[in-house]
């Protein structure tokens, strides 16, 4: 005869099971989410560093390769703007890469960051450091928008939220990016899934629509990648839309017509394609690249001690870090017949973001696929179409939403399951916070290190920004000479972002400017009229000259107050005009008529 258990343990495990899969309305499972977002930003972030008075924002720098300025540059971008005048183009500086001036659209400073800093400076007079509460925020919305991405899959559990919330707030992607302001923002793919599963429940589209445009002009007031992912999502909407009969040819197009101009005069009215922009092209596409062992090997692991180095076969594949995460990976395994089942029943219903999917893993991928430090494959291509994917030459970054989505199907798969799957997510999240932990720390050291490594004495700095009417620097940052593909020499790098600093703060107005492409003083009417000047060769030369000109201009200061810092030999003291005084600022050299 079999033994029952004891009603007061059957009690028990049933008031332990109702308690996991209580269901709570829409706004309790966002506001959930929200506290475990609060509690882990809390424990990267302490009070001082969100209201920006900690030594950090001296000098603030990030921990992986080249964050040692992808941070600083663009808070110097952001102090130059919150100082500015109003005026069209929206977000050009006169003051900054001068004599030309430029678009601050380009130099990865979050530009809704910098407009709402502007304001409040508009209206109190204080240039207010507001990037620490964006970075605290950007550990926060990633679960409310994955809790969100729930919600419009109809899975309402509160332990789903809790799930979810610590799943997409320590996603290592997220957390290796630490340094690169704009990249953080990365909750912004997790809405633009919840609101393409939104979109695909009802034949209404009017405020789904509005929701769309304001989504995705957020996304380009952020960043052109995070932009462009989000714009995918979009089109793969409208396109899903259409299959599913949810609106007839006319209407789509009509729609995305629509929806294409509001966007093209918001991004005209910020400046993007004013004359002077840096052109978008570059080279590095198969070299910023993922390696296909990326997602699945364990990389800055807590739980492999041998996992500790980044997959990195080209020297610039750490863009393309996409590791998952071993509680990721687990509970990928345990869903993994059922999210079969799913994509079998549902290839038709999702059919043009899977589509979608493939040809952004292809071009994470790159043309030069590598698994481990093995090339596996190289197909080859023409220069000018090289130069063209340069647009976004770290390809390797646009794997973060097929990332998130993974995330996402793990949940509500697992949730639509068996219950036990539901005890092994609860395990798998865990583990996943076990496994970031290297991240974790690293994120946090680097805070408590306080001010990046300078180059120039900063008091020294500080007086001789103070008396000068205007600071040039030679060679300024763009025209510092490449080491290789991946790196400029990092001690010139490091000085000319602490000279941008330190103008910034005085508002003053200086030559150097951190920016994501060369200004090469070439147009898109340039391009128009004349193709040729697009080609490697051409712009290399125009870049010559335009540093040629720099050196040219150091040698004979027009007006007292210029004050040039000269990181090189060049120009040479005894080449300077008649009445110029250099004088040495640490390892370097200041000149200026007295």
Request: a positive charge; glycine letters at 8%; proline letters at 6%.
């Given at each position: ?52 008075h900690?030594a ?13 300025t ?24 006169p ?54 991405v ?16 610590i ?61 462009s ?24 197009l ?41 997602p ?26 996409n ?10 395994l ?11 029943r ?26 481990g ?11 000018y ?93 763009d025209c ?22 330190a103008?910034a ?42 540093c ?47």
């Amino acid at each position: 005869m079999k033994m029952k258990p004891p009603s007061s343990i059957v009690s028990l495990a049933q008031r332990f099971r109702r308690a996991l899969l209580v269901e709570l309305p829409c706004w309790q499972m966002l506001i959930l989410a929200a506290v475990v977002g609060v509690a882990w930003a809390a424990s990267l972030f302490d009070r001082s560093f969100v209201t920006a008075h900690t030594a950090f924002w001296q000098f603030p720098h990030g921990m992986i390769r080249s964050g040692e300025t992808d941070t600083a540059a663009p808070f110097a971008a952001y102090l130059y703007y919150a100082q500015s005048p109003w005026h069209l183009p929206l977000f050009y500086v006169p003051t900054l890469g001068w004599p030309v001036g430029v678009n601050l659209i380009f130099a990865d400073f979050v530009p809704i960051v910098a407009l709402t800093g502007k304001l409040v400076h508009s209206f109190t007079g204080v240039v207010a450091n507001l990037y620490g509460t964006y970075f605290f925020l950007c550990f926060v919305l990633p679960g409310v928008m994955m809790a969100l991405v729930l919600v419009a899959a109809k899975i309402r559990y509160a332990l789903a939220a809790i799930i979810a919330a610590i799943f997409a707030n320590t996603t290592p992607a997220l957390l290796w990016r630490w340094g690169h302001v704009a990249l953080m923002a990365q909750f912004l793919l997790i809405g633009a899934l919840a609101l393409y599963l939104f979109s695909l429940q009802t034949r209404a589209w009017r405020g789904l629509g509005t929701a769309w445009i304001a989504y995705l002009i957020l996304a380009y007031l952020t960043n052109i990648y995070l932009f462009s992912m989000v714009g995918i999502v979009w089109l793969c909407t409208i396109v899903q839309r259409r299959l599913d009969g949810f609106a007839t040819t006319q209407e789509a197009l009509g729609i995305g017509a629509l929806t294409v101009i509001l966007l093209t005069i918001v991004i005209a009215l910020g400046g993007q394609f004013s004359p002077g922009n840096p052109l978008p092209f570059a080279f590095g596409y198969g070299y910023y690249s993922m390696n296909l062992a990326s997602p699945f090997v364990p990389q800055s692991s807590g739980v492999f001690p041998w996992g500790k180095k980044v997959i990195d076969a080209t020297g610039g594949q750490y863009e393309g870090f996409n590791y998952f995460g071993l509680g990721l990976l687990l509970a990928s395994l345990l869903v993994l017949p059922a999210q079969v089942s799913w994509l079998r029943r549902n290839l038709k219903r999702h059919v043009a973001l899977l589509c979608a999917f493939m040809a952004l893993t292809a071009f994470a991928v790159s043309n030069r696929v590598y698994v481990g430090h093995r090339l596996m494959l190289e197909l080859p291509l023409p220069g000018y179409f090289i130069q063209i994917l340069g647009i976004f030459r770290s390809s390797g970054r646009f794997f973060w939403l097929i990332c998130y989505t993974q995330i996402a199907m793990v949940i509500v798969l697992g949730f639509r399951r068996a219950r036990p799957l539901v005890v092994c997510l609860m395990g798998a999240a865990i583990i996943q916070l076990v496994d970031v932990q290297p991240l974790r720390r690293q994120l946090i050291a680097s805070i408590a290190e306080g001010p990046g490594t300078e180059e120039l004495d900063p008091d020294q700095v500080a007086r001789l920004t103070a008396r000068a009417r205007r600071i040039d620097v030679v060679p300024s940052f763009d025209c510092i000479p490449w080491q290789n593909e991946d790196k400029r020499p990092a001690k010139l790098a490091r000085a000319n972002v602490e000279l941008m600093l330190a103008a910034a703060r005085m508002n003053v107005a200086t030559n150097t400017v951190d920016l994501s492409r060369h200004i090469s003083n070439v147009t898109w009417l340039d391009l128009l009229r004349e193709p040729s000047r697009g080609r490697r060769g051409s712009l290399e030369e125009q870049h010559q000259d335009h540093c040629q000109k720099e050196i040219e201009r150091a040698r004979t200061p027009e007006h007292r107050g210029d004050v040039f810092v000269l990181l090189s030999d060049q120009p040479r003291s005894g080449e300077m005009i008649a009445g110029v005084i250099c004088s040495p600022l640490s390892w370097a050299r200041y000149c200026q008529r007295p």
